[in-house]
């Protein structure tokens, strides 16, 4: 059972463009919802994450919206440039954040070109 | 500040055998989490420790076993080992429970293949 889908599967983009990619929930308790960047022969790293009492959260050219009632939540990657290529996650979790256990969607396949 | 250690990078066993992955977590962090990664399923929580004691577990069989030292060092270990536990086996720190929204830093990885 995927508590977590995230689309598109794969997403190629021209430099300068504007990277989408979406997910969502099905368990109405979870309340942390972190994005992670993966590059090849890396572990996944921390992007940005929110919790569902903001609607947006925006930090540099990454931002994230945020849908409650829809239960859906966004990255949308700003100005993409080919730096910006990997592998991307979003998750979700219960607690606040506090506990390791985040399911993760399948994840995006991000490649920019030049 | 050294990241996530996690030894070995790479190691190849065949089914039936045992193998055990070791994690060191980042200097003053006391939370570990294990993850599987494969292509088809992508990543999947296996347990989390916390103080020498496991706070959670993932939907994985009993051949799937993990511990925390009292230095927060944790291992998996994973018996009588199948093809479908070929996989990328990631360990990841964070500070615990107490710290509000708990930021996992992860490792490189244990690429285990199994034949």
């Known amino acids: 059972q995927q508590q977590v889908k995230q689309s598109p599967q794969s997403l190629i983009v021209q430099k300068g463009g504007i990277s989408i990619i979406n997910c969502a929930y099905e368990n109405t308790a979870f309340d942390y919802f972190p994005w992670y960047q993966q590059f090849p022969g890396k572990g996944p790293a921390l992007l940005i994450a929110i919790r569902p009492d903001v609607s947006e959260k925006k930090e540099g050219r990454f931002t994230i919206s945020f849908n409650k009632s829809a239960k859906q939540f966004s990255l949308h990657i700003m100005d993409s440039q080919p730096g910006d290529s990997a592998t991307y996650f979003c998750?979700?979790?219960?607690?606040?954040?506090?506990?390791?256990?985040?399911?993760f969607g399948k994840g995006t396949k991000l490649s920019v070109k030049p | 500040k050294a990241g996530v250690t996690q030894t070995p990078r790479y190691l190849i066993k065949t089914r039936g055998q045992q193998v055990t992955l070791s994690c060191s977590p980042i200097?003053?962090?006391?939370?570990v989490s294990w993850y599987q990664q494969t292509p088809g399923q992508g990543l999947q929580f296996l347990f989390e420790?916390?103080?020498?004691?496991?706070?959670n577990k993932g939907n994985f069989p009993g051949r799937f076993s993990g511990r925390q030292f009292s230095n927060s060092r944790s291992e998996m270990n994973v018996s009588t080992l199948e093809l479908g536990d070929s996989a990328l086996y990631l360990c990841a720190s964070s500070w615990g429970p107490s710290s509000g929204a708990n930021v996992l830093t992860f490792g490189a990885g244990s690429r285990l293949t199994v034949l």
């Open positions: 420790y916390f103080s020498e004691t496991q706070r």
């Open positions: 998750a979700a979790s219960r607690g606040g954040g506090s506990q390791g256990n985040l399911i």
């Open positions: 200097s003053g962090h006391r939370s």
